[in-house]
């Protein structure tokens, strides 16, 4: 089996840009599963439906198309609210799981999620579970979204990634959890350059990789 990277945590944690990075340093494909649960909510929202409802959720994920993950508008708290929602409904989470699987094992990937390393790809050989506080996850995001939204307020954004994370967490079918064998990587106080170089030594150690000089 190629290699495959499982890079979990909580939201705004860095997983994002850590995963896109590793991705590019060990020459491997890059998923974002994220976008997939963004676009099934989107589906759902284009229909003026609630994306809680498992039964309009679960048909829309499995009418999902490549060019949905292309949308403009997956990111930002709506999309934010309906991704969460629609990946509580398990018809939705059994309907993306082989679209994530085959991707990873055609030549080996670094997924970025919430369940990679305990249902999607439970033998990866290398997972981490990228944390940080709730307070510095909540500073990041807000200053993405004040580009977009001046009106935007820390505390707003904090209490709106606390009722996400606990949704994730709580949700019965693949909920947000470090694998038993993931490695925990805090990124409170690392920039992206130093919580980059602390994951790429991660993973050359777990795949048993020496260090390229860059
Ligand atoms: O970028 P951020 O960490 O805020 O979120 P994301 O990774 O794009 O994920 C958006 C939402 O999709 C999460 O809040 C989860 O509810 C869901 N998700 C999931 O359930 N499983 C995954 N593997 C990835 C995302």
Same mark, same amino acid.
């Given at each position: 089996?190629?290699?495959?990277?499982?890079?979990?945590?909580?939201?705004?944690?860095?997983?994002?840009?850590?995963?896109?990075?590793?991705?590019?340093?060990?020459?491997?494909?890059?998923?974002?599963?994220?976008?997939?649960?963004?676009?099934?909510?989107?589906?759902?929202?284009?229909?003026?439906?609630?994306?809680?409802?498992?039964?309009?959720?679960?048909?829309?994920?499995?009418?999902?198309?490549?060019?949905?993950?292309?949308?403009?508008?997956?990111?930002?708290?709506? *999309?934010?609210?309906?991704?969460?929602?629609?990946? &509580?409904?398990?018809?939705?989470?059994?309907?993306?799981?082989?679209?994530?699987?085959?991707?990873?094992?055609?030549?080996?990937?670094?997924?970025?999620?919430?369940?990679?390393?305990?249902?999607?790809?439970?033998?990866?050989?290398?997972?981490?579970?990228?944390?940080?506080?709730?307070? *510095?996850? &909540? #500073?990041?995001?807000?200053?993405?979204?004040?580009?977009?939204?001046?009106?935007?307020?820390?505390? *707003?954004? #904090?209490? #709106?990634?606390?009722?996400?994370? &606990?949704?994730?967490?709580?949700?019965?079918?693949?909920?947000?959890?470090?694998?038993?064998?993931?490695?925990?990587?805090?990124?409170?106080?690392?920039?992206?350059?130093?919580?980059?170089?602390?994951?790429?030594?991660?993973?050359?150690?777990?795949?048993?990789?020496?260090?390229?000089?860059?």
């Amino acid at each position: 089996m190629p290699h495959i990277i499982a890079v979990d945590g909580p939201a705004a944690a860095g997983k994002g840009t850590l995963a896109r990075r590793l991705a590019a340093a060990l020459d491997l494909p890059y998923l974002d599963t994220g976008l997939l649960y963004r676009a099934v909510g989107r589906l759902v929202l284009d229909e003026g439906a609630d994306p809680a409802d498992a039964a309009i959720a679960e048909s829309c994920a499995r009418r999902l198309q490549p060019s949905d993950l292309d949308r403009a508008d997956l990111r930002g708290p709506a *999309a934010d609210h309906a991704a969460s929602n629609v990946a &509580a409904v398990p018809g939705v989470r059994a309907a993306l799981l082989d679209f994530q699987r085959d991707f990873g094992r055609r030549h080996g990937a670094v997924l970025d999620g919430r369940d990679i390393g305990t249902v999607v790809f439970p033998n990866a050989p290398v997972k981490l579970f990228i944390t940080a506080t709730p307070r *510095a996850r &909540a #500073e990041r995001r807000w200053r993405e979204l004040l580009a977009k939204d001046p009106s935007a307020t820390l505390e *707003a954004v #904090e209490s #709106e990634m606390a009722a996400r994370d &606990a949704r994730d967490a709580a949700r019965s079918t693949a909920p947000m959890l470090p694998a038993a064998d993931a490695v925990l990587l805090d990124t409170t106080g690392l920039d992206a350059e130093a919580a980059f170089q602390r994951a790429l030594s991660i993973v050359r150690e777990r795949l048993g990789l020496a260090a390229t000089p860059a």
